[in-house]
């Protein structure tokens, strides 16, 4: 290198410099964990997504794959009584995500959340160098529709059911939210399919809404890759142009279609779920602990000693306790409405019965 030249990360412009990557859940990789830290499902996908990706290795993987992921989409839109121009495809719905803020806030615009929301969102406005305009919701977390409308932003994101939150918002508000704020509306459904309402209705209606889904958490298929947006045709015109022209692979596709085409597997596979995730309520309500209402596959639960003392450190010496255990939850420190909860996975019953024991050993030393 020449005297004087400068390093090449100094080449970069200073916002790039200046991010912090998203900080994804720990992905242990030795056995042995009780893994409920990351929203993914506890079952195994259909069996027809393996058969399927078993059919496409092979010769074809020598050829790019679709780039339109034709087939998802079109089985996406049957699906959702909408048209193939209705849908995007992207490797997880994280992509999808992106693609949203790169074509509407793209050169610094703004982006208006909530807080607490999904926290990529302020990670995809950064490296657009983008504003993130944020509303903050009370202890109720009931939705702030006046002052979500009001945000002066092309690109809202509302998360429901919300993360780390759990709590669904009525579809009745989020509709008023749609005709109220002057932007795009982006419902971040990845959790609706345990919901019992969704506001997938809403993009017929609404040109300036977008639903977003994804097959990490109801399909079980977070190693997959898969995500969805539906919309206006013109929003999904603009995202095709800013999304890589190769986005889905040929697995993904192949795989991610025999999923959405076991919709009864889908079904039985979150009956479950939701089950699980009533009967590890009725635990923490056991204990008197206060927990949100959920309308995902997680719970987000305060602990309390037997004493009666909640907040921050608790929260965060529980999750201690349990990880020593080797039970693996969330804990979101950074935020007052946060840090005295942790967001717990709904695993499997034996899952929830080793989180049960372990919380019952912390009660007697907390
Ligand atoms: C609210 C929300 N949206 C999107 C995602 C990302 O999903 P995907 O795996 O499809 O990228 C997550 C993952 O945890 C999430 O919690």
Known sequence: MKTGAPSPAALAPEHVRALHAYTPGLQPAEPGWVKLNTNENPYPPSPRVEEAIRR??????????DPRSTKLRKAFARLHGLQEANVIVGNGSDDVLNLLVRAFAGGGGNVGFTLPSYSLYPVLVAIEHGRSRVIEFDRQMTLPVEALSEIAAPVLFLTSPNAPTGVGFPIAEIESLAGAFHGLLVVDEAYADFARENAMGLVARHPRVVVTRTLSKSHGLAGLRVGFAAAHPDVIDLLDRVRDSYNVNRLSQAGGLAALEDAAYTADVVRRVVATRERTREVFDGLGWFTYPSATNFLFTEPRTRDGRTGPE???????????????VRHFGSHALTAGFLRITVGTDSQMHTLAEALQSWLNHA
């Open 56 to 65: 496409e290795l092979g010769d074809v993987l020598r050829l790019y794959p």
């Open 314 to 328: 608790i929260a965060r010496g529980c999750y201690e306790f349990l990880l020593s255990r080797k039970v693996l």
